[in-house]
């Protein structure tokens, strides 16, 4: 199973980013994906996540309103497409796989797990 993440980068306070995550070796429709993040010195912390049927969603107070999930599953991907950032968002996103329950914050839920992608926002 791989999960790739991509999209990140430097972008300036107010900007947007949107971040993919492709799957491979998984039967993605079957899967809940989730995004979390981790910044410097900080734990890694529940973004967002999505349910296999892509419609329920799921939001931190942090982002909602700001950030949006989809799940592509004809594509293998689920994104999350980043409005309004602010320099707190800067972190390492991960996206994240998990068989069993939807929407769960926890990190040791999650049955697989992607390599990261840096967003680093300048105010």
């Known amino acids: 199973v791989q999960l790739q993440a991509s999209g990140g980068g430097l972008v300036q306070a107010g900007g947007s980013l949107r971040l993919s995550c492709a799957a491979s070796g998984l039967v993605f429709r079957n899967y809940h994906m989730a995004w979390f993040r981790q910044a410097p010195g900080k734990e890694r912390e529940f973004v967002a996540a999505i349910h296999r049927d892509g419609v329920r969603k799921w939001y931190s107070d942090d982002v909602q309103g700001r950030f949006t999930i989809s799940k592509d599953n004809s594509g293998f991907t689920v994104y999350l497409q980043m409005s309004g950032l602010k320099p707190e968002d800067t972190a390492v996103y991960y996206c994240?796989?998990?068989?069993?329950?939807?929407?769960?914050?926890?990190?040791?839920?999650?049955?697989?797990w992607g390599q990261g992608t840096e967003v680093t926002v300048s105010s």
């Open positions: 994240a796989a998990d068989y069993h329950r939807a929407g769960s914050r926890a990190l040791e839920e999650y049955d697989y």
